[in-house]
């Protein structure tokens, strides 16, 4: 046959599938509604998790990570044990390096190292880092303060603590409190800080045990005037990888013994929380699929058998068993397409609405801060859920159509009356 | 060369453990232009022979040729493909398809030949005025009547300007008048057109209108004739097949 003859054939079935779809209009409307409701599912439970992992994902980079750490090689393994041994070498220069580099937003140094606590009447201990009071505020968006007030730049003796590690030893904000740790030498060496805040994060387990001070006095603390690390903070999370990358180029380049490790590596609970919760919507996501296979399919079987008479006919008069195939296939299609169409719109209008309202969440594990998610409609979604209505669809339509292309033409008349 | 020839049509159905001789060694030729009834009592095999005749069912024995071709051993699809071209079928329950309107369903057997999309409509729209109904084109079949919807039916068979029509009891879901007058529009296509007409009926007033008789009894042919000469009570059973021939010869003089 030429190609227009094809191409009418094929046109003239899209047409009759068209309207048979719309012959019965509350089964067609039911099945409709089965289709966009897996859609609106999928989008809703796909946007909520995305906030859920965007949220954690920016409290878990602006509590404390950045968006990479840059040490001196070795000592993300070893440093704890030796924190000495692995300052980072000519931080100046390796501080030049980062800024140089497109999309990074800033850089600030730690220097990190344990001791004792102690308000006078209770001892415990601690994790403290010394840090850049101004830089270190820009990056801990999420590090949010309790009482008191941040570090200032100009307040030397000046302290942060964990909610945590302030209630353990009972002190509060104006309070004085000692610091005890081991220098270089081996010697212990002592200082005296005031409370001026108290903080919290999204982790708890963080908040029990750090302190923050300014890095000179770390540095004086320890009397060592060198830093442990360079916390990398990017101007977009999705360009972690692509900047360690090229950082790690050109350090192997200048022969600078550095090691760069990302967010990711670093955030071990975020992982974990991603990998139950993808989990829990890959069951979602067969679960929807299996009741859209199943509604349609029941859709297909029972419109086919209602036609069998009709498929008797067009058979009769001439059509091929693969032309009655296809029509059922494309009757599929139809249905597939519409319902994905009416599941993005809906879920589309209906994530709007729910974000703009907002889903109260309790505190995460690990967490103690309540928080709002919302849903974020992506791309990927879509298309997922899209795709996913129109390829169920056709699945569920094979069998039936499979079953109407077989059937004898002399039984399958005698269906009209 | 008759345009349908069947010889030693033999179909059998298994029914629970017995076994229905639905045709037994039936064969049967019609030619060109022919205005033939099958008919005889309910079960005796009519539907199944128009079935094995428009190759929509296969016999279990014995040989259908349309138009010379034999059609045993041919496929699905090419069976599709001989029907499609050679054979237009008109239905006890007129079997349109609902969502079509009436030109659409006209065109339906049409989108399987070559033509344009004009000439499509164009063939259709001609073949509703020969079926007087030039005006309800648009319509869907259940804004129609039965007898419209059976005179739809009739535009779709020609439509493709088949070489047979095949007719399992027409005017049966019609009321008489009705009935009669599709057959007079049968009878008249066949006149104008040549097209060959075979159909089936139970109705005495319809067979009047054959030219030539076949009667089925149990799945046998048991006489040939026409309706005049055709005795019900069997005085003619077994009028020769040398006989029918002879009428069939007077029959194409006449006209
Ligand atoms: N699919 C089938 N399965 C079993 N038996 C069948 C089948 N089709 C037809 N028969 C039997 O074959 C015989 C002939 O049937 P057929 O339909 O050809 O009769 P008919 O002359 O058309 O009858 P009617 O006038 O009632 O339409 C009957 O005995 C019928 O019961
Ligand atoms: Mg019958």
Redesign the interface.
């Known amino acids: 046959?030429?190609l227009?003859?094809h191409a009418?054939?094929l046109l003239?079935t899209f047409?009759?599938a068209f309207?048979?779809i719309f012959?019965n209009k509350v089964r067609t409307t039911i099945t409709l509604a089965a289709i966009a409701f897996g859609g609106i599912s999928l989008i809703l439970t796909g946007g909520f998790i995305r906030d859920i992992f965007e949220q954690l994902r920016e409290a878990t980079i602006h509590s404390q990570l950045g968006h990479l750490q840059v040490y001196r090689e070795g000592f993300y393994e070893k440093g704890t044990a030796q924190p000495f041994q692995y300052m980072i070498p000519e931080p100046e220069k390796v501080r030049e390096t980062i800024v140089a580099t497109p999309s990074v937003s800033f850089v600030t140094p730690r220097l990190e190292f344990s001791g004792l606590l102690s308000s006078g009447e209770t001892t415990t201990s601690f994790l403290a880092q010394g840090v850049d009071p101004a830089m270190e505020k820009r990056l801990g968006t999420f590090v949010l303060m309790g009482e008191g007030d941040y570090l200032s730049a100009g307040d030397r003796y000046g302290a942060i603590l964990g909610r945590g590690l302030a209630a353990s030893i009972n002190v509060k904000v104006g309070d004085t409190v000692t610091l005890l740790t081991n220098t270089r030498a081996g010697s212990i060496n002592a200082i005296q800080v005031k409370v001026r805040g108290i903080f919290y994060t999204f982790y708890k387990e963080y908040d029990d045990r750090a302190l923050k001070i300014p890095l000179e006095t770390a540095q004086e603390l320890l009397q060592h005037d060198g830093i442990q690390s360079l916390v990398v903070v990017l101007k977009r999370t999705d360009d972690t990888e692509a900047v360690r990358k090229k950082l790690a180029a050109s350090f192997a380049e200048t022969r600078q013994p550095i090691e760069i490790k990302s967010w990711t590596e670093l955030a071990e609970f975020y992982q974990k929380v991603v990998d139950l919760y993808s989990r829990q919507f890959t069951v979602i996501k067969v679960i929807i699929t299996i009741v859209v296979i199943l509604s349609i399919g029941n859709t297909m079987s029972m419109s086919i058998y209602e036609r069998t008479?009709?498929i008797?006919?067009?058979?009769?008069?001439?059509?091929?068993?693969?032309s009655v195939l296809q029509m059922f296939l494309l009757e599929g299609l139809v249905l597939g397409i519409l319902g994905g169409l009416a599941g993005l719109f809906l879920g589309i209008l209906l994530a709007q609405i729910i974000s703009f309202i907002g889903i109260p969440m309790p505190p995460a594990p690990g967490s103690t801060v309540p928080y709002t998610a919302r849903i974020q409609v992506y791309p990927g979604i879509l298309g997922f859920a899209l795709g996913l209505s129109i390829v169920t669809s056709i699945i569920s339509s094979i069998y039936p159509s499979l079953k109407a292309s077989r059937l004898?033409?002399?039984d399958a008349?005698r269906h009209?009356? | 060369m008759p345009v349908v020839d069947c010889q030693g049509l033999v179909r059998d159905y298994a029914l629970g453990k017995t076994i229905v001789h639905a045709l037994r060694n039936v064969s049967l030729s019609v030619d060109e232009g022919d205005f033939l009834a099958i008919v005889g009592s309910s079960g005796s095999g009519k539907t199944t022979l128009l079935n094995m005749i428009g190759c929509i069912d296969t016999p279990d024995g014995g040989t259908v040729s349309i138009d010379g071709q034999p059609t045993g051993g041919l496929s699905s699809d090419d069976l599709a493909d001989v029907r499609s071209q050679k054979i237009g079928f008109i239905f006890q329950t007129f079997n349109l398809i609902p969502v079509l309107s009436a030109v659409e369903n006209v065109e339906y057997p049409l989108l399987r030949h070559r033509l344009s999309s004009k000439e499509r409509r164009d063939r259709a729209l001609h073949a509703l005025e020969m079926v007087e109904l030039g005006h309800v084109g648009k319509n869907k079949p259940n804004e129609l009547s039965g007898g419209q919807r059976q005179r739809v039916a009739i535009a779709r068979a020609l439509a493709v300007n088949p070489r047979i029509v095949l007719a399992d009891e027409p005017t049966a879901n019609l009321d008489h008048k009705t009935g009669l007058n599709i057959l007079h529009l049968m009878k008249r296509i066949n006149k104008q057109a040549g097209t060959t007409f075979i159909f089936s009926t139970h109705d005495p007033k319809v067979m009047e209108l054959a030219e030539r008789l076949v009667e089925l009894e149990d799945g046998e042919i048991t006489t040939v004739g026409t309706y005049r000469r055709w005795d019900p009570t069997g005085a003619l059973a077994h009028l020769s097949h040398h006989i029918d021939d002879i009428i069939d010869n007077m029959f194409e003089h006449e006209y």
Not at chain 1, 313 to 320: K, Q
Request: no cysteine; hydrophobic share 35%; proline share 3%.
């Open positions: 046959m030429p227009s003859t009418a054939t003239q047409r009759i309207r048979n012959r008479g009709e008797g006919t067009v058979m009769a008069i001439g059509s091929r068993r693969r004898e033409i002399v008349l009209n009356v």
